[in-house]
C-alpha cells in the first residue's frame, strides 16, 4: 500500500517537473529569436533588440508581408542602422555577416558577396538584397523598405 502511494507521488512529481521545464522552455526568453512582425505599407516592427555594435550584425526573421519566415539581418556600420533581407537573389540561401569591410555580406553557396547596403560586389547574384531604412521608435525599431 505504501510503495503504492509512493510510486504514485514519485510519478506526480515527474509530471509537475516536466510540466515546469516545458512553461519554462516555452516562455520565449531573451534567448529566442528577434521577429520582425510586418506593418503598413511594406514595413516591419522588431521590439526588444539588444544593441547593435559597431560593425555587427543581429539575425532576425520576418513575420508576415511577403517576407514571411525569411531571415533578415540588422546591420550597424558607418552608415548608421540599417536592415537587408538575407536570402540570396541568386538561388535563395541565407547571407551571412561577414565583419569584412570588403565583403561584409557573404553567400556561402556560391560566393556572392554583397555591400552593408545590399549591393551586389561579386556575383554569381545579380540583383541587390531588398534593404530597409531603420528608425527607432522607443524600444521598437522600425524597418522601411529602402
Ligand atoms: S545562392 Fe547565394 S550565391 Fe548562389
Do not use: Y
Not at 13 to 25: E, K, N, Q
Not at 114 to 122: A, K, L, N, P, Q
Amino acid at each position: 500500500m505504501n510503495s503504492s502511494i509512493s510510486r504514485r507521488l514519485f510519478i506526480e512529481g515527474c509530471a509537475a517537473t516536466l510540466g515546469l521545464t516545458l512553461v519554462g522552455c516555452s516562455s520565449g526568453g531573451s534567448g529566442g529569436p528577434l521577429v520582425a512582425v510586418a506593418g503598413e505599407n511594406g514595413s516591419f516592427v522588431l521590439s526588444n533588440v539588444p544593441e547593435v555594435g559597431m560593425n555587427e550584425a543581429i539575425p532576425f526573421q520576418f513575420s508576415g508581408g511577403d517576407a514571411d519566415k525569411k531571415p533578415g539581418l540588422i546591420i550597424n556600420s558607418a552608415m548608421g542602422l540599417a536592415a537587408v533581407n538575407a536570402v540570396c537573389t541568386h538561388s535563395g540561401c541565407t547571407v551571412e555577416w561577414t565583419n569584412d569591410v570588403k565583403q561584409p555580406l557573404h553567400c556561402p553557396c556560391h560566393n556572392s558577396n554583397f555591400t552593408v547596403g545590399g549591393e551586389v560586389i561579386s556575383g554569381p547574384a545579380k540583383r541587390p538584397l531588398p534593404k530597409f531604412s531603420v528608425q527607432k521608435d522607443g524600444t521598437n525599431l522600425v524597418l522601411t523598405p529602402a
